[in-house]
Nanobody
Framework: QVQLEESGGGSVQAGGSLRLSCAASRYIDRENCMGWFRQVPGKEREGVAVISSGGGSAYYADFVKGRFTISQDNDKKTVYLQMNSLKPEDTALYYC???????????????????WGQGTQVTVSS
């Protein structure tokens, strides 16, 4: 079992930046795909960005390309999401998740992820 804990959410004006962190409770000593999803009330959870362990491939949703960057600590226990040029439509509860396979083209399917954090709220005002 692994627990995930998100931090770094908050309120910011449009055009601003936030950096989210996701810390795993232990080192995951196998291949994994770890990253971020988001959800607003009444809508399905959607993939934002993920990264394969060991500095592998990163995948991004089209709506964040060029604005968000996902990265990983060398200890492979923490994943970050640097969010720049934030827009009001980025307002959501952001969740961290991990799946014990390499990231692939189906990365945005939330049902493939077995472990989730509690979420951190991001609010962007216009």
């Amino acid at each position: 079992q692994v627990q995930l804990e998100e931090s770094g959410g908050g309120s910011v004006q449009a055009g601003g930046s936030l950096r989210l962190s996701c810390a795993a409770s232990r080192y995951i000593d196998r291949e994994n795909c770890m990253g971020w999803f988001r959800q607003v009330p009444g809508k399905e959870r959607e993939g934002v960005a993920v990264i394969s362990s060991g500095g592998g491939s990163a995948y991004y949703a089209d709506f964040v390309k060029g604005r968000f960057t996902i990265s990983q600590d060398n200890d492979k226990k923490t994943v970050y999401l640097q969010m720049n040029s934030l827009k009001p439509e980025d307002t959501a509860l952001y969740y961290c998740a991990v799946n014990y396979v390499w990231c692939d083209d189906y990365w945005s399917n939330s049902r493939r992820y077995g472990y989730w954090g509690q979420g951190t709220q991001v609010t962007v005002s216009s």
